[in-house]
């Protein structure tokens, strides 16, 4: 029998599963960085939320569907292949720049969301100003008259130091959805 | 069921209670989706021998297996002892189906192989009982449809004048189309909205989806869009094109010259192929290129999303979307398809977010009593419908934004819901469509005092 290949796995890489190894201060800068981000998205702020991405940032959201036990480890779909998000900055700035336009009805009126951020994770990267952060969302929305619904996943990102208001730059993402069919009408926010 | 007192096809005009009705809807699932060719599969989806993916035909989850011959079949995903799904994955490869209940264990062709204990507790494992439901299957140009349904005539009379059509979307290259992707989600409206917008509905592009052609055409240094992407919005400024209608509800609509693409490395390659698929398909069926709905729900634009909504009750649906591009194209091709495709038609994307909100509303609007009252209209180039004209077949109208596939296609959804056998219905429809010839004959022919011409 074929062991599965625990690196396809993209939340049991043994350097995720490795114990937290950057000091309380890094910790804290970490954590504090994820708050703000999720502050500028929950306020609507989505040009400086923009200003946080790095000039090569990856971001990106793999599509999952439900396996037998023995093909667990083929439950994500592999780079280059489905995907939500598959985004550089020239297409986030698209996105951004469509939420703008008054007429991105599925915005318009605005929806209002509550970015929940928790389970941060930091490990030391090869580079001493980039750090791998794990962090788990729950991205609770409502708009319209009734409208409510929750994303719920865990984000898997590559985090560089950086001169500016929040410390750091997003230089890499990967996105984690807990759904496989999406539960909900859309994805009209960023995770 | 009569459904005939909410559809008036002849006169545009549609009552929201198809929409919003349980009664009804609990009827559309025996009526509509179990009487038609429903889409299963694409042979790139399942290329190898015990590949397997699940589908749905209506509410009813499918298993279509490929076989150790190269060959596809396809069955109920429920097993027959106590109707437990057989298979609980959305895809994958076996060598067989075990239940996981009772441990039954079917081949995956769908005979019951054994069931635990059974030499001593049933009289024999008689197939005829024991078997999984098996679909009646066709495989059209590599995408596999299947029905229930017996009497339904064979897939390509199904489609009847849409073949010509479908084909400038899957015939379009040597070694047809793969799939790059998929998407599933759920929406909070009926399914019938998604099978009337790719049948019938360009118009709501420019409006429903504004803010994406905002954003999505590029500007040049000087802050000017380059001659090409204005070029391609002119066609949303001067819609020119056709709408086309099948009596089994089929429908395809498109902008003279294609849709408009906002992707030069798409639009580039697109321009490319006009000589091979010209040469393919004839230089007519290069431009048709748009929406398109086989009835009842498989949809396909000509960005290559092809899709099934599954209905899920009177005010939800899934959409099962995958990503296809031709097989045989460079990998950069593939590759901007792909992420074209999820930057726009995706749970993510750019045009599909709007769509999502619209429908939304509209099926919480069908909660009220007056919003259902007063019939909607879909009136859109009504009465200028012409057969096999400017040499295109069947039943067209020359305007990209019009409604003769919506009528169509609620025509023949009432047809269905009446119940009348398929053999009464395709007498019905032929009747049809041999008094609308010949009322488009008289009118056409010089009556001795014509007042005018063609109203064109």
Request: charged share 25%; aromatic share 12%; net charge negative.
């Amino acid at each position: 029998m074929n062991k599965p290949d625990k690196v396809t796995h993209l939340f049991k890489r043994p350097e995720h599963l490795a114990p937290v190894n950057v000091t309380m201060e890094t910790a804290y800068e970490i954590e504090q960085f994820l708050y703000a981000e999720a502050e500028l998205l929950d306020a609507w702020e989505f040009n400086d939320w923009l200003a946080l991405m790095a000039a090569d940032v990856h971001y990106w959201a793999p599509v999952r569907e439900n396996r037998m036990a023995r093909e667990a480890e083929q439950e994500m779909y592999p780079p280059g292949t489905a995907a939500h998000f598959d985004e550089n900055l020239q297409m986030l700035g698209q996105r951004v720049a469509r939420l703008y336009t008054h007429m991105s009805w599925s915005e318009s009126p605005a929806s209002r969301t509550r970015h929940l951020i928790s389970n941060v994770r930091a490990h030391t990267t090869d580079k001493a100003d980039e750090f791998q952060v794990q962090s788990s969302f729950h991205v609770y929305r409502t708009s319209s008259e009734r409208h409510q619904d929750s994303v719920v996943g865990r984000r898997f990102d590559l985090l560089r130091r950086a001169d500016n208001a929040y410390g750091f730059q997003i230089a890499d993402r990967t996105v984690v959805f807990d759904m496989s069919m999406l539960l909900v009408k859309n994805l009209s926010s960023f995770y | 069921m009569d459904v005939s007192k909410f559809i008036d096809a002849e006169k545009g005009l549609i009552k929201g209670e198809i929409f919003h009705s349980q009664e009804i809807y609990e009827e559309e699932l025996e009526q509509v989706f179990a009487r038609s060719w429903c889409f299963l599969a694409h042979d790139s989806m399942i290329p190898e021998p015990g590949d397997f993916m699940q589908n749905y035909i209506g509410e009813d989850p499918v298993l279509v297996v490929r076989q150790e011959d190269g060959s596809v079949k396809a069955f109920l995903n429920q097993c027959r002892h106590r109707g437990m799904r057989l298979c609980r994955a959305d895809l994958g490869n076996a060598k067989n189906f075990m239940c996981s209940f009772h441990g039954w264990n079917y081949g995956i062709d769908g005979e019951l192989i054994n069931a635990p204990h059974s030499d001593q507790i049933y009289e024999s494992l008689d197939p005829d009982v024991f078997r999984a439901t098996q679909v009646r299957l066709a495989n059209y140009k590599g995408f596999i449809f299947g029905t229930w349904d017996k009497t339904v005539a064979d897939f390509e009379e199904y489609l009847g004048d849409f073949a010509w059509y479908f084909d400038a979307y899957v015939d379009r290259f040597e070694g047809g189309m793969e799939v790059v992707g998929v998407h599933k989600w759920v929406l909070p409206a009926n399914w019938k909205f998604n099978a009337e917008q790719p049948s019938s509905d360009m118009y709501h592009g420019e409006v429903s989806h504004g803010s994406a052609f905002q954003v999505m055409v590029p500007l040049s240094a000087a802050g000017a869009p380059p001659p090409w992407a204005m070029e391609q919005l002119g066609k949303l400024s001067q819609p020119a094109g056709y709408q086309f209608t099948a009596p089994n509800g089929h429908g395809t609509g498109w902008f003279n010259g294609g849709m408009p693409l906002m992707d030069e490395t798409i639009l580039k390659w697109h321009q490319s192929t006009e000589t091979e698929v010209s040469a393919r398909l004839g230089a007519d069926r290069f431009a048709i290129a748009g929406h398109a709905n086989i009835f009842p729900t498989f949809m396909m634009l000509s960005n290559y999303t092809f899709r099934v909504t599954h209905p899920r009750g009177p005010d939800e649906m899934e959409i099962w979307a995958w990503s296809m591009a031709p097989k045989n194209a460079a990998a950069e091709v593939k590759e901007a398809i792909r992420l074209d495709l999820l930057r726009t038609f995706s749970p993510a994307g750019m045009f599909e977010q709007d769509d999502a909100v619209n429908w939304e509303e509209e099926q919480r609007i069908m909660r009220g009593h007056m919003a259902r009252k007063k019939p909607l209209v879909y009136q859109q180039m009504l009465g200028r419908a012409r057969y096999d004209a400017d040499g295109l077949p069947g039943k067209t109208v020359p305007h990209v934004y019009a409604e003769e596939a919506a009528r169509g296609m609620y025509q023949h959804y009432a047809d269905l819901m009446s119940g009348k056998p398929w053999p009464d219905l395709e007498k019905l429809k032929k009747a049809r469509e041999q008094r609308e010839r010949a009322e488009l004959a008289a009118a056409a022919s010089p009556a001795p005092k014509a007042a005018s011409g063609g109203s064109q």
